[in-house]
Structure formats: C-alpha cells, structure tokens
C-alpha cells in the first residue's frame, strides 16, 4: 500500500529502544519514553503492520534520546557497537522495510568516526544521529573535537541527524521549570527540543565547519525546529554593523535539510518548501511518539503537486539516503 500509487513512502525518523542502551539511562533520561515504551521496544510483526496499515513502506530506525550521547567513552563505545550491531539484527529481518542510523558514541569523537565508517560500510546504514548536548559537560557538537565524526560523515557522504534530547537542566531551570509540572510537554517537544536543537543548527553555521567540510549534510526534524520560519531575521541580525558577518541563509539553505517529524501542518510545510525548496524536505512521522496514521493521511490531502509530493514522501531520501 502507498499514498501515492507505484511510488515508496519512507519515513526517515523513527525510533527504537535497545534494552542495553536504556538500562544506562538516569535521571530525567531514564523516564524519557513514557506511555509509548512498548512500541519502542517492539521492532518486529506489529511494527510493521503498522507501517502496512499506514502505507509506510520504508522506515529509517534510529535509537530513541539520548541514545549513547550522555556516556563516557568507556561505556559509550562497547555499548553504541553493541547497539548498532543490533539495530542491524533488526533490519535484517526486514531488509525491504527497515534501514538504519547509526548510534555514535561521541565521548570519544576518534571512535565515533570509526564506528560511523563501520556502520555505514559494514551494517549499510544511512548515517548517524546525534541527540542533544554532548555528555555530562553537556558540550554543543560544534565544539572541534566532535569535527572527526563531521569530517567522516562527509568522506562517506552520509548525512548526520541532529535530534533533540532532554534540555540543558540549567536552562530548564531558568527558562521552564515554572511551567513544568502543570506542563510538562514544554521542557521537551512544546519547547524545550526545539529551543535546543535550533540552537545547536544555528551554532553549526556559525562555527564554520561548513568552510571545512564543504560537502556535508545535516538533518534537523521537525520541519527544521523553527529555524527555517527564522531564517531572514536571523541572517539579517548576524550581519548587522557590529557582527562578523555570515551567509546564515545560503549556508543553512545549502547544507541542512529538514523533515516532517512531528509536525503536520499545511502552512508550516509550505513555510518551509518556499525558504528550503522542495528538495531538502523530507517526510517523517517521530513514530512512536507520534502515531503512525495521521502523517500519510495529512500530506494525502496536501495540496501539493505530485512531482513535489514524491520528492517529499521518498524521492529525497532516496537521493540523500541512497535507499
């Protein structure tokens, strides 16, 4: 079953537990989850049935935050191959349906790229995500000495995911926590994800890793968490008399691409095909946080022509997956 008839759908971020990976998870981490921890767990015969009654013919798996992000290395590295090996497992099972990114342990950013290489040439996976802040320092991933894995990911021309994971807890604490136990919704996906995420999107322009590595591909969910519906004022801002001066908009619209995670509405979409283009949009549900059915259904009714639809719903990810 497709949406469209004799064409895929893929969904690009979908997530999973590993039973290794969550039994390292503390704190705020440990909860993350919550009510749809079954379905992250289960990656086999229901899963797909949900795809098969959706009309989602091709997910791409990726471990649920923080995935291996808050770990040392001693721990991160045997547990981040371990996981990877076994989100392998999974896909091999359904080697028509399932496809991969790659779990990093980035507390050692040497062993990162090498586990990224490995993933993507031995596993076939499509490229790695990266969640959140790095670590108990809770570094931004545009710190140098995550350059190794950014330089890696553009030799194996895959791209790196940066998702949302917990916020910082002092900006939580200074920002949220009035709110937080009437709703707890705002320290993550009301807010609190995209207020970090998009900060990490704009701090990756700004580093000029993107001088360096010139060829390098970053994917942000959540049709770009804010950032594209930004995007003139925030160029404007950083090359104002007193600023260094940055090409924010023709770096982020050349290098970031952005997917529907999460986010099913017609204007925002259509926000972001006029700042983005059509070509660096592609589709996704945030399965299981968000329910596989309503996605396929929304971007069905789109009005959208069927040349753009296709490039949004597998055309895309095809090209930048190679799937």
Not at 139 to 145: A, E, I, T, Y
Not at 278 to 284: K, M, T
Request: aromatic letters at 10%; a negative charge; one cysteine or more.
């Amino acid at each position: 079953m497709s949406i469209l008839v004799g064409q895929r759908v893929i969904s690009i971020e979908e997530h999973y537990y590993d039973p290794n990976v969550i039994s390292h998870y503390t704190g705020v981490d440990a909860r993350t989850g919550g009510l749809v921890k079954d379905s992250l767990l289960e990656v086999g015969d229901k899963r797909i049935k949900s795809m098969d009654d959706s009309g989602i013919d091709v997910q791409v798996l990726s471990h649920g935050a923080p995935s291996t992000q808050r770990m040392d290395a001693d721990t991160g590295i045997p547990v981040a191959k371990a996981a990877n090996d076994y989100l392998f497992e999974i896909c091999q099972a359904n080697p028509q349906r399932l496809a991969g990114f790659a779990a990093l342990p980035t507390a050692d950013p040497t062993a990162a790229a090498d586990e990224l290489s490995r993933s993507v040439n031995e596993l076939g996976f499509k490229g790695a995500m990266i969640h959140g802040l790095i670590g108990e320092e809770r570094l931004f991933v545009d710190n140098k000495r995550f350059w190794p894995i950014f330089e890696k990911a553009q030799a194996l021309d895959v791209p790196i995911y940066i998702h949302p994971a917990n916020p910082h807890p002092a900006v939580v604490d200074a920002y949220l926590k009035d709110y937080a136990e009437q709703f707890p919704g705002v320290v993550n996906a009301g807010w609190g994800f995209t207020m970090e995420t998009a900060t990490i999107g704009i701090r990756l322009v700004l580093s000029g890793i993107f001088d360096k590595f010139p060829n390098l591909k970053i994917i942000i969910g959540h049709l770009g968490e804010t950032l594209p519906f930004l995007m003139w004022r925030i160029d404007m801002a950083l090359n104002r008399p007193g600023n260094d001066g940055v090409a924010f908009r023709d770096i982020f619209t050349s290098h970031f691409y952005i997917t529907t995670s999460g986010f099913f509405s017609d204007p925002a979409l259509l926000c972001c095909i006029q700042e983005m283009g059509v070509d660096r949009i592609l589709f996704a549900i945030d399965y299981p946080f968000v329910p596989n059915e309503p996605g396929p259904k929304w971007i069905e009714k789109l009005m959208l022509n069927t040349e753009d639809k296709a490039k949004i719903l597998h055309g895309n990810a095809e090209r930048i997956l190679n799937l």
